[in-house]
């Protein structure tokens, strides 16, 4: 305990300042960037680009539906749903805090998806015969996936940060996320389709880092304003009816075409949910489609795919009722959304289901083909095993684990700067701090104890 204090009194805050930036001078400042750097490097790939067609006779190929567009843009069209709908409603269920629930989610996705292009363009697609980053339908689609990370990192914090910290958390968090995505996919050369560890798992523990770091001691002030009302909790279930609906795109949207692709959507639909509370429901039925992210492309089989979904429901379910509560208590985490439950352990749990997955792949189960085509054994990785491949799988979910820790705790210190002005203690959880809200809004009812999605407080 000694050790937390000290280490957050070396980051703490100056206690007055009248210095605040202000969002609007933000977005001004960050889309004349955003133009620049765009006109410096960004073009369109050989498949979007007008000399398509040049590039198709080159190539003998027969038709234009084979262009990328026609297999990927569905899959990209379901994600995009996701992100701005499913994620945005799916954090509504505070009672006075919808519309910034929404438009948050919206400023941080659109925000996050323009830096994506240029983090993971760097990393991933950079031509080196010109220097441009050469973008396509998977591009669109791998932006998506990055900006999820931080999506699922704004729910530990939700209510309780300025927009200015949220683009803040937003830029580093794209930014460690396409560093980790690269170290795991390319350097390690794990397999992570779904994203459990390189989205999940990576996006979860720098939310709650950042939670830890950010900690409020008098936050029971806004505690009236904590929770749900039946109105809020319907709003957030059509979140999850869209994530639910389209968790199978999601899982499949940019493995290879093929049987993989086709595998990851089965493995993703045959998923099992726990009912009870309206929160379990709401997060919890999520938890086995992280869960089964990274081995949603390997030979799973559709009753361990039920296995996942059915263990993961019970564990995210208990998660909410007993571990989020300790976690507020002891270990001074306060995790609005229970991200904990929803992401980070089932993000860990696929992590280590990859893993074991791969090790104990086989000729007999995939072929002499499939094993390679799965797992990418091709090039410098040719004489990669399965058993080495599990290892591999398992050092993707420690980096992963690393990025998120380390990285939310650095950027929880920066966030901890009195310049970005985030609201009072008696005020969170509350959209009039930011929103010009209708006249007619309701009182606020007292909070009820089923309404309030941190129960068993005193564990």
């Known amino acids: 305990m000694g050790c937390r204090q000290s280490f957050r009194q070396c980051c703490d805050r100056p206690k007055n300042t009248n210095v605040r930036i202000s969002l609007p001078a933000v977005c001004f400042v960050w889309q004349i960037v ?29 038709s234009d539906i084979e262009n990328d567009f026609y297999f990927r843009y569905p899959s990209f069209q379901d994600v995009h749903v996701m992100i701005f709908v499913g994620f945005g409603f799916l954090m509504t269920f505070l009672k006075r805090y919808s519309f910034s629930a929404v438009g948050f989610n919206f400023l941080i996705a659109a925000f996050g998806l323009q830096w994506a292009l240029l983090m993971q363009g760097w990393f991933q697609s950079l031509d080196p015969m010109d220097g441009k980053i050469k973008i396509s339908m998977e591009s669109l689609i791998n932006a998506d996936f990055c900006v999820a990370s931080c999506l699922i990192a704004y729910g530990a ?45 990576f996006g979860a523990y720098y939310g709650l880092s950042i939670s830890w770091m950010l900690y409020r001691p008098n936050l029971d002030q806004s505690k009236r304003l904590n929770g749900s009302v039946y109105h809020s909790d319907v709003f957030a279930m059509i979140g999850t009816l869209f994530l639910w609906m389209f968790w199978p795109s999601f899982n499949s949207a940019i493995t290879d075409h093929g049987d993989g692709q086709h595998r990851a959507a089965i493995n993703t639909y045959l998923l099992d949910m726990v009912i009870g509370h309206m929160v379990h429901i709401q997060n919890s039925t999520l938890a086995g489609g992280v869960a089964v992210g990274t081995a949603a492309e390997f030979m799973l089989m559709p009753y361990g795919s039920l296995i996942i979904g059915f263990c993961c429901g019970i564990i995210s379910t208990l998660g909410y009722i007993y571990i989020t509560p300790f976690m507020e208590k002891y270990l001074k985490i306060q995790d609005t959304c229970g991200i904990h439950n929803l992401h980070a352990m089932p993000g860990v749990i696929g992590g280590i289901v990859g893993a074991v997955t791969a090790a104990a792949a086989s000729e007999g189960v995939y072929g002499k083909a499939g094993l390679i085509n799965t797992f990418d054994f091709t090039g410098k990785w040719k004489d990669m095993v399965p058993s080495r491949q599990g290892g591999h799988q398992a050092a993707g979910l420690c980096v992963a684990l690393c990025f ?3 990285g939310g705790i650095i950027v929880g210190c920066i966030l901890r700067m009195p310049i970005w002005g985030d609201a009072p203690d008696d005020n969170c959880f509350d959209d009039e701090l930011y929103w010009e809200l209708p006249e007619d809004e309701e009182s606020i009812p007292p909070i009820l104890e089923d309404n309030n999605h941190m129960r068993n407080r005193d564990v």
Not at 174 to 181: G, K, N, P
């Open 157 to 201: 914090v939700l209510g309780k940060l300025s927009p200015v910290q949220l683009m803040v958390m937003t830029l580093f968090g794209i930014t460690l996320y396409a560093v980790d995505e690269y170290i795991i996919l390319n350097l390690i050369h794990a397999r992570d389709a779904g994203g459990s560890m390189v989205i999940h798992t």
């Open 404 to 406: 998120g820790v380390g």
């Open 34 to 62: 955003v133009i620049i750097l765009f006109g410096i490097f960004i073009r369109y790939d050989q498949e979007s680009d007008a000399h398509w067609a040049e590039y198709r006779k080159f190539q003998n190929i027969s």
